[in-house]
């Protein structure tokens, strides 16, 4: 975890200790500060923003009752993350049946050219499509590793699993989205 | 060694998983294959356009929807019953009919000689309404005293309304 983290957790603490006393300004405060972190990572567990939408309430709904919980823990960013990955498996088994690509073109883009957006987005669509290609224990641990920037430690943590079982993971699901893109890729460009 | 076993390694290599010995051994294999220098820049490529490709956040407005949502439910959740909407429903009635019974002409609010009843509390043979509930520790009293209640019904012409007035004797009245 990133200095800038453990600091934002310090500041962070009276902002809890305010939340759990029922303020719900401070709650909001709270939420605001770890939004990105949990919205994003369920899409790209989820690939749907829709569905992202519905398990960052349940986490943040969660994190509301168990206040005591996380503030004792001292560690919120690995509990949202672990409360995170467990509300998109449980989604997941809910409604197997979601759209992955249909929200992509509601990501903002940068680009203005409506041709080279469509491009952009097509890369994009394909690359967040190969993640649908990873078993769901793969794309956990590459989607912390790899895009949350998170150590194989913290991985292991947050999954509740080994780091040699983290690492086997990780190497293998980077082997997997390499032979996607490589395929998708000679094929399209 | 089958370069297929570098596989696992190189993928490592390529994200900076590797300690320094295992990182060593795997750029000293690179140096002499060129097939895992292949495989290790698809790898290197592959990642860079994976995370590219996920760099881009939703709008504000769908973290405010979340944020809302939340919100919504935590505010529902914690009202107490007295702040939800159907009391306030209850009460707005209440204070119409309460409204329209002080309104309406003094037909049965303030009646022209009404049927008045009166019962002296201590005489009261069948006491219609207890002038004070029975309390924990009070014996109950056995004589009516002095400064007993009077208790006074007045029955209008409205079946439905019945008036008690219980007032405090002051000796006399
Ligand atoms: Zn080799």
Redesign the pocket.
């Known amino acids: 975890m990133s200095t800038l983290t453990l600091l934002a957790e310090a500041n962070g603490s009276n902002v809890i200790a305010a939340a759990k006393a029922g303020d719900l300004a401070a709650f909001e405060q709270l939420m605001r500060q770890y939004e990105r972190m949990v919205l994003v990572t369920a899409l790209r567990l989820l690939g749907s923003l829709h569905d992202a939408q519905d398990a960052s309430q349940e986490v943040f709904l969660k994190l509301y009752r168990n206040l005591g919980k996380v503030e004792a823990s001292g560690n919120i960013s690995g509990w949202l993350y672990r409360v995170t990955v467990n509300a998109c498996h449980d989604l997941r088994r809910r409604r197997p049946d979601s759209v992955p690509m249909e929200d992509a073109g509601e990501l903002r883009s940068r680009e203005a050219d409506p041709a080279e957006q469509s491009a952009e987005q097509e890369r994009r669509c394909v690359l967040q499509l190969s993640l649908r290609m990873l078993s769901e224990k793969e794309r956990a641990a590459l989607v912390l590793r790899d895009l949350e920037g998170l150590t194989t430690e913290e991985v292991a943590r947050v999954l509740g699993s080994s780091e040699a079982t983290v690492r086997s993971q990780i190497s293998k699901a980077r082997v997997k989205v390499k032979g996607f893109v490589e395929r998708y890729f000679r094929r399209h460009v | 060694m089958n370069?297929t076993d570098?596989e696992e390694r190189l993928a490592l290599y390529a994200g900076g998983d590797l300690a320094p010995a295992p990182a060593a051994e795997v750029e000293r294999?690179l140096a002499e294959?060129a097939?895992?220098q292949m495989?290790a820049s698809g790898l290197r490529a592959s990642l860079e356009l994976l995370e590219g490709a996920h760099q881009e956040v939703p709008a504000p407005a769908h973290f405010a929807a979340v944020r809302s949502r939340v919100l919504a439910q935590l505010e529902r959740e914690r009202r107490p019953f007295w702040r939800r909407a159907w009391v306030y429903g209850f009460a707005a009635v209440a204070a119409m009919l309460l409204a329209a019974v002080a309104i309406w002409p003094s037909r049965w609010v303030a009646p022209p000689p009404p049927e008045v009843a009166i019962v002296h509390a201590p005489a009261a043979p069948v006491p219609i309404v207890p002038a004070r509930p029975p309390q924990a520790g009070h014996k109950p009293r056995k004589k009516a005293e002095p400064g007993e209640p009077l208790m006074v019904r007045l029955v209008t012409d409205n079946p439905d309304v019945v008036i008690y007035w219980i007032s405090e004797r002051k000796g006399e009245y």
């Open positions: 370069c570098w294999h294959c097939g895992c495989f």
